[in-house]
């Protein structure tokens, strides 16, 4: 008994450093490895419950699988409709938990402002997946009972997401990200508010050598200047770049903002405040 519970926990194990290296992988490919790295550590507090609640998953579903498979002696067709019936429902299940890390990579700067609602997403179809997998090994839990709670975190995974979404959709900007290509180097500017920006930039001939908290400023419609306090992302040197670049807080009576990065050209990017 012990040895099967040790099988299924390295089944678990190995499915959550799988979806971490998914990630780890996919990251590194579009925005290096400091940004795979930063990436996660910024946002940690959302991956780590995501992989670990992966991995309870895919541990329980194929408990559950081969308990169907005894039971199958003696009702063959019954069990393996059941089993059937609850590998496609996990299967299916899973692309919530793989379609934070397709937010936050694959799409990268495009969904950057729905990061912490995806990967929400993904930990709240995690207790979701784990839920339906109890249902299906507890057989002294009365049925009713579990469908109550897995209808209850159903509604309540479905409240907390959308208000979520909300909260990052009702934000005070426009984050359309902007790109500006000169003297073979590209910038690629998203808002995340109104005094960070994510960055990435990309060359294939210029050293990136250069330090943005020294190269940029942000100024709005009434005047005000604002010098970077803090770039978090990948070091000077190499041929990609990523981060963020932050600023003390805009005034609010600000409309508009525009913010200017000078390396080997001046470049200029501005959004308006709605």
């Known amino acids: 008994m012990e040895s099967n519970e040790s099988k299924y926990t390295l089944i678990g194990l190995f499915a959550s450093l799988l979806l971490l290296a998914f990630y780890v992988m996919v990251s590194s490919i579009l925005g290096g490895l400091s ?11 959302w991956m780590v419950p995501l992989i670990i609640g992966f991995g309870v998953q895919i541990g329980m579903f194929f408990y559950a699988r081969d ?17 059937t019936t609850s590998m ?25 402002k729905y990061q912490s609602t995806l990967l929400l997403l993904g930990v709240l179809s995690n207790l979701l997946g784990i839920a339906y997998m109890a249902s299906l090994i507890t057989a002294k839990a009365p ?4 469908k109550a709670v897995f209808y209850s975190l159903l509604v309540l995974s479905i409240l907390v997401v959308s208000a979520s979404y909300w909260y990052a959709s009702k934000g005070s900007i426009n984050f359309e990200t ?11 500017v998203t808002p ?13 001939s210029v050293a990136l050598d250069f330090d943005l908290t020294k190269i940029s400023a942000l100024y709005d419609n009434i005047g005000n200047l604002y010098k970077p306090v803090k770039w978090e992302g990948s070091p000077p040197g190499s041929h990609h770049r990523s981060g963020t670049l932050k600023f003390p807080s805009v005034s609010g009576n600000a409309k ?14 501005s959004w308006n405040i709605k």
């Open 192 to 204: 995340l508010s109104a005094s960070e920006f994510q960055i990435a930039i990309n060359t294939h």
């Open 35 to 45: 940004f795979a790295l930063s990436n996660f550590a910024q946002l940690w507090y």
């Open 143 to 146: 049925k009713a009972n579990m």
């Open 178 to 188: 902007i790109t500006s290509n000169k003297n073979n180097v590209e910038f690629q």
């Open 256 to 269: 508009s903002i525009k913010l200017v990065i000078t390396d080997s050209a001046a470049r200029e990017f």
């Open 67 to 83: 308990e169907m498979h005894k039971k199958a002696t003696a009702q063959a067709v019954a069990s393996t409709g059941i089993s």
């Open 88 to 112: 496609i429902a996990c299967c299916a299940h899973h692309l919530a938990d793989i379609a934070p890390f397709l937010g936050i990579t694959a799409l990268g700067l495009f969904l950057i």
